[in-house]
């Protein structure tokens, strides 16, 4: 009887190669078309309607204001029921710049409304993406008068109110 691995490997071999172009060969021919998406739940965006504030690169010159009422996001707020916004609410007068700091080591970002589902989301002011270290300011004046909710996108359970009186 001769030795099995002399016939075994070269088989593996090439049964490993034939396995191996097969599955390629279907991996290829499966691959989508870049751009086309196939699936039920994919619906096109809504173009904006015009009435968000995203501008963040709108510069505030803070020298004008003598007010500023700073809210801190707290590090360590990204983990749910851990305290999230310093003051949770704060209060500004109508001449106040309102600045938010992230103090946090994750991205945060602070958006009028009351969640992603509020129609309203975003329309006195969205922050976008705040970094480590970064800060986003807007006149008190420019939000309005009255109580108004805010959240942060990326960690929808941080919550808070800002009333301008």
């Known amino acids: 009887m001769g030795k099995p691995g002399i016939i075994a490997l070269p088989v593996l071999l090439a049964l490993g190669a034939i396995t191996g172009y097969l599955t390629y060969t279907l991996f290829a021919e499966a691959m989508p078309d ?8 994919w ?12 501008d963040v690169t709108k510069e505030v010159d803070k020298s004008q204001f003598t007010k500023v009422v ?10 749910q029921g851990s ?14 710049l309102i600045t938010w700091v992230n103090k946090d080591t994750l991205p945060h970002t602070t958006t009028s409304g009351t969640g992603a589902s509020d129609p309203q989301s975003g329309a006195l002011f969205s922050s976008g993406f705040l970094n480590p270290g970064d800060d986003y300011s807007i006149p ?5 008068n009255g109580e108004h909710a805010y959240y942060c996108q990326v960690h929808p359970f941080m919550t808070s109110t800002l009333a301008i009186e």
């Open 83 to 96: 305290p999230d916004y310093e003051p949770d609410s704060a209060k500004a007068s109508t001449d106040s």
């Open 43 to 54: 619906k096109e965006l809504p173009a904006p309607s015009g009435n968000e504030t995203t």
């Open 70 to 79: 700073t809210v801190n996001i707290l590090d360590g707020s990204a983990v």
């Open 34 to 41: 870049p751009g086309l998406i196939e699936s039920a739940y």
């Open 140 to 144: 008190a004046a420019d939000i309005g």
